[in-house]
């Protein structure tokens, strides 16, 4: 079955950094993009970044652009979102996702409405931005 478990999550001040780690099992990690999303309280969801499979190539959306590193380490199946400068609108429940086909990049910014536009998700990790 499936498994992708995040941590990393907690409490930091504005201006402050997280580094969220997605570990997954029971698939082949490296043939798969690989995503992370958030979601803040009241809201919907939001796509926040992806990367390739080989891990050379990223999106990010505008508002974390600059401040947000996504990364993967295919050998430890581990994805990573190096978060810098954050900010109270960062404060969110984050998942990590999988993509639906092997390969494939079918989870667009844009076209994301649940957590069901991935193949497979984690339970989430919380992240709080407070002073």
């Known amino acids: 079955q499936v498994q992708l478990v995040e941590s990393g999550g907690g409490l930091v001040q504005p201006g402050g950094s997280l580094r969220l780690s997605c570990t997954a099992s029971?698939?082949?990690?490296?043939?798969?993009?690989m995503y992370w999303v958030r979601q803040a309280p009241g809201k919907g969801l939001e796509w926040v970044s992806d990367i390739n499979t080989l891990g050379n190539s990223a999106y990010y959306v505008d508002s974390v652009k600059g401040r947000f590193t996504i990364s993967r380490d295919n050998a430890k199946k581990t994805l990573y979102l190096q978060m810098n400068n954050l900010k109270p609108e960062d404060t969110a429940l984050y998942y990590c996702a999988r993509d639906r086909t092997r390969g494939g990049r079918t989870a667009l910014q844009g076209s994301v409405r649940a957590l069901t536009d991935f193949g497979s998700w984690g339970q989430g990790t919380q992240v709080t931005v407070s002073s």
């Open positions: 029971d698939f082949t990690f490296s043939g798969y993009w």
